[in-house]
């Protein structure tokens, strides 16, 4: 059995369905990049994945259905999610944001520690760790996201579309800061990209997704270098 196994996944809005039927799955230790234009159902797919909206099919994460849970319960499972366009509170400070992180953590002393292990990691977010995470600049705040959902210490993190809105250096810096928390923590990733050239510099798994089902999807080396996929998300 694989770590994430999304059987059958059925998701929407309303009466709107969008995700009709999804397969995928991702092992222990893995990046996973799911691709696909826009519309196509990949933020729906990470909002079904975390309980945001009534869902069908199954979810098995390490061996336990989450279909039916709600956000607080697979949080809990340590499973955390920067979503579309950041994910921190703004009136509050950065400090305050990566302690919200860890808001189901008990262990003081580990909280503090991974806190300062942020700052390393992101040092301008040290530089600015009194001030309110509204007045970042955008790449800063996308930094912040990230290390919130660090601060829960997850076993897996998705992220959506983290490059959004990032110049191309800032980018490339966050690709290689998700690649080495993946070899350092082990932490298994699910990335939602448009940037795919840097995308399957850390994937091993890719997907994608096409109006809501899953077209081609495997190996990450195999799928980068399938033509449809080259023309349609490498450019070339
Ligand atoms: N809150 C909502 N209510 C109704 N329809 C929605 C809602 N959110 C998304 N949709 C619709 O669901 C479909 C999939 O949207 P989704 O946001 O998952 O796409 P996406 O693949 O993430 O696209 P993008 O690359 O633009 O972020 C779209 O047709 C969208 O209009
Ligand atoms: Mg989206």
Redesign the pocket.
């Given at each position: 059995m694989s770590f994430l196994e999304v059987k059958n996944l059925e998701a929407?809005?309303?009466p709107?369905q969008?995700l009709r039927g999804l397969d995928f799955a991702v092992e222990e230790g893995e990046v996973a990049v799911i691709l696909?234009?826009?519309?196509?159902?990949?933020?729906?797919?990470l909002?079904a994945l975390t309980g945001m909206i009534s869902t069908k099919g199954s979810v098995l994460f390490d061996g336990e259905e989450l279909v039916g849970k709600d956000t607080d319960a697979i949080v809990r499972r340590r499973i955390a999610h920067v979503p579309?366009g950041r994910g921190t509170v703004s009136q509050f400070s950065v400090e305050d944001n990566l302690q919200l992180g860890a808001y189901i953590r008990k262990d003081k002393a580990a909280i503090a520690a991974d806190k300062e292990k942020m700052f390393v990691m992101f040092p301008r977010l040290l530089e600015r760790r009194k001030q309110a995470a509204g007045s970042l600049s955008g790449g800063e705040q996308q930094m912040l996201a990230i290390a919130r959902a660090l601060m829960l210490s997850p076993r897996l993190l998705l992220l959506?579309?983290p490059s959004l809105g990032l110049a191309p250096l800032i980018v490339r810096d966050l690709f290689n800061t998700l690649g080495e928390i993946n070899r350092e923590f082990g932490t298994t990733m699910v990335v939602?990209e448009?940037n795919a050239n840097l995308a399957f510099k850390i994937a091993q798994k890719a997907f994608v997704?096409e109006t809501?089902s899953i077209v081609a999807g495997g190996d990450a080396k195999t799928v980068e270098s399938d033509d449809s996929v080259r023309k349609a998300y490498l450019g070339y």
């Open positions: 929407g809005y309303g709107v969008v696909g234009a826009n519309g196509a159902g990949k933020t729906t797919t909002r579309q959506d579309e939602v448009q997704l809501g």
